[in-house]
């Protein structure tokens, strides 16, 4: 098994477990050594936060439109049934039956 990988952006070969898991990447790394993926956050971290941001500020937009196009008993029950079954899931765990 071969446990070298060569870091798409810096071109230096390292040891795999110089590359984080990536389970979207066909062998199971990222393309970059951590190495890179440190600096990459670093030199955008500004950028990174405001497209995390954006993604948040997305998927709540989303969220309620979803809400609003059901009708207000609807939603409301759907919101009591997501409260029961956490409970649920909160009660086998607490019983330690696995979910
Ligand atoms: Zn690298």
Redesign the pocket.
Known sequence: MIDIKR??????E?LLTEFDKNISSRDGRSC??K???KEYYLEHSEEIKKNNKKWRENREGKRNICISSNNKKRSKTSKEFIKKSKDFIELRRVMGIGV
């Open positions: 870091c798409s952006r810096c071109r230096r390292k970059w050594c190495k890179c993926m």
